[in-house]
């Protein structure tokens, strides 16, 4: 009987070693899997409050915590929350328009808009995309980003301000889409400070100007 028992035990402990061996790997990785996701969901909930989670409804467009993959959309990670709360005011009261964003921003609660500036205020900024180097339109538009007093508004390294949003780092397009509504009133500050620019701006200026600040990796902890 005992040794029964010890050849069952010698075998179960063999079998038992043979799956290690064999599915060992497959075992450590699926462990290593599942403590990833883990870490990745304390994150997603530190960040953003429980699922589910108002932001992800913008990331068809706005991308992952605010930033696209698509230069036509804006980025909304690292912008000043004021700016963000304004803007999102601006679409639900009709004052900015956008078949996609004015019905969209007028479903929402004052609680939810600010809970969204908040939010993208919160997040890293990055670069949208990096264009090809073109020397000759970023040394066109260095000059007219000087000499129009960008930096006033737009703040240091163009990562943002009180008064204006970054556009550093910013998507080509939606510059080009941005500056193009402002020059031709389609878009309205209510200050008129930008429509002025925009006024002053050739199509190849508006070209290079764009190009120029797509090039612009937001500064270093811009949020």
Same mark, same amino acid.
């Given at each position: ?6 050849? =069952? /035990?010698?075998?179960? *402990? ?5 799956? =290690?061996?064999?599915?060992?790997? !497959?075992?450590?990785?699926? +462990?290593?899997?599942? %403590?990833?996701?883990? !870490? ?5 909930? *530190? @960040? ?21 993959? @698509? /230069?036509? +959309? ?8 004021? +700016? ?17 964003? $004015?019905?969209? #921003?007028? @479903?929402?609660? &004052? ?9 993208? $205020?919160?997040?890293? #900024?990055? &670069?949208? !995309?990096?264009?090809?180097?073109? &020397? *000759? ?14 930096? #006033?508004?737009?703040?240091? %390294?163009? $990562? ?19 500056? /193009?509504?402002?020059? &031709? ?9 930008? @429509? *002025?620019?925009? $006024? ?14 797509? /090039? ?8």
């Amino acid at each position: 009987m005992k040794r029964a028992i010890v050849i =069952g /035990t010698v075998v179960v *402990a063999t079998a038992l070693a043979g799956a =290690g061996a064999l599915y060992g790997p !497959e075992l450590v990785a699926g +462990y290593r899997f599942m %403590n990833t996701l883990d !870490e990745h969901n304390a994150r997603y909930l *530190a @960040n953003g409050g429980t699922w589910p989670q108002l932001q992800d409804t913008c990331a068809l467009c706005h991308g992952a915590r605010g930033q696209p993959a @698509n /230069t036509r +959309y804006a980025s909304l990670a690292g912008q000043p929350a004021v +700016y963000i709360e304004a803007q999102l005011q601006a679409f639900a009261q009709g004052r900015r328009h956008s078949a996609q964003m $004015s019905p969209l #921003a007028a @479903n929402l609660t &004052q609680e939810q808009i600010k809970f969204l500036a908040d939010y993208f $205020s919160r997040q890293t #900024a990055r &670069q949208t !995309e990096a264009p090809a180097s073109d &020397q *000759a339109l970023e040394q066109r538009a260095k000059a007219k980003v000087a000499t129009t007093g960008c930096v #006033a508004c737009h703040g240091e %390294n163009l $990562s943002g301000g009180p008064l204006a949003p970054r556009i550093a780092g910013q998507g080509p397009l939606y510059l080009t889409d941005q500056l /193009t509504a402002f020059k &031709q009133g389609q878009r309205k500050d209510p200050t008129q400070a930008m @429509n *002025a620019l925009a $006024s002053t701006l050739s199509e190849d200026d508006i070209k290079a100007v764009a190009h120029y600040l797509g /090039t612009l990796a937001p500064a270093p902890g811009a949020k």
